[in-house]
Structure formats: structure tokens, C-alpha cells
């Protein structure tokens, strides 16, 4: 549920199996359950499914623009079905990665070498990623 439903801070989950798997399952999960705020979060969230699901094709739009508008902005970007992109190389990526903070975008100073991630956002947070990743790039370059 954290990425078409939104809730990555729920940390909830759903099994959908035949009930072997599920006996299977209840064997070696780890025990921790769900506060009464958590599965009320879930069950609202599950009763506006079609709404929020419906938020997962602006998702899709949205990287794929980034996959296509990162070139133009100077960096390469790694292929993805993710709601995240890989972007670089650069030769100091906590540089970058500090200099987009600096202009309120955070992005993730993780993956190979050189490489940072961005999350996809809303189209909004996306064109202010795009406006502060294009200033830091012709300051590095």
C-alpha cells in the first residue's frame, strides 16, 4: 500500500494467497502488529481505492517525464518502472545533493557512485525540482 495507496509512513501491508501460504506465512512473520490509528488509516484508504489509485497514472506520467526532461537538464538518468529515478554521475554527489537542499529539494545520496535518487512528487514539486536542479548543474559545470 506505501506507493499506490500513499501510505509509505503506514508501513501496511496486505497478503493475498492461498491459505497454505498464508499458514506458511504466520509461522515466520515477525510479530508486530498494528496500532488501531494504522489499520484505520488502511481501512479508509481501502474504501477510496479507486480515487487513490487513480493518483498512480500522474505517477507514471510524471517519471516518465523525468526520464525524458533530466537529459535535457544535463544529466543522464537510469532507466525506470519505479517511482524513483537514478540521475548523474557527478564527480561530488553530496555537493549536488547539498546545493538542491539548499534550494528546499531533497533527494536521496544513495545508489552507485555519482548517483543520486529523486522520488517522483506531484507535477508541482517536480518543476521545482527541475527549476533548482538546472541552476545547481550550470554552477557545477
Avoid at 83 to 89: D, E, H, K, S, T
Wanted: one cysteine or more; glycine letters at 8%.
Amino acid at each position: 500500500m506505501s506507493k499506490a495507496f500513499a501510505l509509505a509512513g503506514g508501513r501496511v501491508g496486505y497478503l493475498a494467497a492461498a491459505p497454505a501460504i498464508v499458514d506458511a506465512c504466520r509461522i515466520v512473520r515477525l510479530p508486530y502488529h498494528l496500532s488501531s490509528q494504522t489499520q484505520l488509516v488502511a481501512e479508509t484508504a481501502l474504501r477510496h481505492a479507486d480515487h487513490l489509485l487513480g493518483q498512480v497514472d500522474q505517477l507514471r506520467r510524471t517519471r516518465d517525464e523525468l526520464l525524458v526532461r533530466l537529459p535535457e537538464l544535463g544529466v543522464q538518468v537510469i532507466d525506470s518502472d519505479a517511482n524513483f529515478c537514478l540521475f548523474g554521475p557527478f564527480a561530488d554527489r553530496h555537493d549536488v545533493w547539498q546545493r538542491l537542499l539548499d534550494r528546499g529539494v531533497l533527494v536521496r545520496e544513495t545508489g552507485p557512485a555519482g548517483w543520486l535518487r529523486v522520488s517522483v512528487g506531484t507535477p508541482d514539486e517536480t518543476e521545482v525540482f527541475y527549476e533548482a536542479l538546472a541552476e545547481v548543474v550550470k554552477e557545477i559545470r
